[in-house]
DNA sequence: TAGTTCTGCGTATGGTCTACGCATAAAAGC
DNA sequence: GCTTTTATGCGTAGACCATACGCAGAACTA
């Protein structure tokens, strides 16, 4: 038997094929209404205004004005829905950095870009990653980050390693300034008004000689101030960054 | 009107308060049959056996041999008995390090410990977090963490930060690896094979041209080799404390 | 013994995803 | 132009899910 063009692997779902435009359409049939970049861009606007949870089939639908088994002839689960939404979601990777800047420089920037998308669209935090990253942005991004490695003498492995170390902080610290923000609105007070009332609720709960470190921190008042989050996400990376730039270093010598 | 005893705070969930033993039983009425805790650890067995989709309320209340409506007399929501399971899940924090080590050790052994719960227990990793630590094994393993850094000239906002710089990647860490242990199961691979795969797969959808950085790491084979979890593991952590302690240092002098 | 209060649970509602099959529209071949 | 082929849109229906509400009865107090 002849091997065929693109037997090469396991089968794809259909819908991240036609995500890298290696489906084309059959000569028979009618006219679909409806388009896989369509129905993506119609979830993205529902999470946009609703959040994730909104982002039901049906509701999806009928933002297209469509029924709801209709979307299933384009997308195989919802699961596959929602891998599309997040590479549409994110968008393109910023641009390459200036020529003159370093490595970390480069970092910096790619980190603040993916951190804006994540405060732009928090739904983006609640969709289950469910494998890899296989979408044409999701390597996209990928490709943006290691390029920045591109002067280092890292190996290949190290610099795949330093991508994932920089890209899970960035989602962790989106993760928990989203809850903070989500948390205050469903409570109803002030986004300053939250983490005092936090630290107030725990000093209650705990006892001093139990949790002596953690006493310490309430009493210190670190919760009451609300200091600009930017800060506490420049914190992080420039903590993991400095830890980077030991490992570059000694692997230029 | 005259303050009573526990009006300091914003309400706490029922649930929360009967984990930190704040709730008497009123003294009149039948015996309940189910308690909190029995419901968590059913329901804990239930995640435990067949994974975080399979908590349901008439799941868990089938495992209890009771009637599902029957558990909302001692919760009030799905979300709260997730809050507990998360917070039954972890289990006590680790005890202290030996008195000699130093922060660095002690907060490697804590990461460790970590992610040993989560590598037992991945369900864990399923839950989505909607707020703050609230729950006493969840303040216990924060408490255990600052501890660490007791020892530090850190100000005592840098040591939160720092544990949480830490958490945050022992979870995205344990994350990844789940999903890889999830998706070769789910595709019926050997372990070892599936980043192969996906590496082949990654490799006919892209560009070389459009993805020189990308391609180096594929035609690098770095997917092929399958190296120890654990290593990979180490590396990450170790680029952490190693700017963490450039922090320490520069704190102390 | 009477009264009170809390427990367990049955019923019912409205939501979710999606398997299946039918009528129809559009193109290809003669 | 007519027939055949094929894919499309969508209606129906099933199997789940969380949970609001209200009732019968048990266990305690007085």
């Known amino acids: 038997m002849a091997a065929k063009k693109d037997d090469s692997g396991p089968a794809l779902p259909p819908a991240i094929e036609s995500a890298w435009g290696l489906r084309e359409r059959p000569p028979k049939g009618p006219r679909p209404g409806l388009s896989v970049p369509g129905i993506v861009d119609a979830a993205v606007r529902v999470a946009d205004a609703d959040g994730l949870t909104a982002v039901s089939m049906s509701r999806v639908a ?149 949790f002596p470190a953690l006493h310490r921190v309430l009493t210190s008042g670190v919760l009451n101030q609300d200091d600009d989050p930017d800060d506490e996400f420049t914190f992080g990376l420039d903590r993991i960054l400095d830890g980077i730039e030991a490992l570059v270093r000694r692997r230029a010598s």
Not at 93 to 116: C, M, Q, Y
Not at 117 to 135: D, Y
Not at 162 to 173: F, H
Not at 177 to 200: D, K, N
């Open 62 to 210: 009928k933002e297209l004005g469509a029924a709801t088994m209709a979307l299933y002839r384009h997308i195989g689960s919802k699961d596959e829905l929602l891998l599309l939404m997040v590479d549409a979601g994110y968008g393109p990777p910023p641009g390459p950095a200036a020529p003159g800047d370093g490595w970390r420089a480069g970092l910096t920037r790619w980190a603040r870009a993916e951190r804006d998308v994540l405060r732009q669209r928090t739904w983006l935090l609640h969709v289950p990653i469910t494998g890899p990253p296989i979408t044409p942005q999701q390597l996209g991004w990928l490709e943006a980050g290691l390029r920045c490695l591109d002067d280092t003498h890292l190996a290949e492995s190290e610099k795949m390693s330093v991508i994932l170390l920089i890209t899970g902080y960035v989602r962790n610290e989106a993760t928990l300034t989203a809850q903070i923000a989500e948390g205050s609105r469903a409570a109803g007070v002030e986004p300053g008004e939250l983490m005092p009332a936090y630290g107030r609720t725990v000093a209650r709960l705990i006892d001093p000689a139990r």
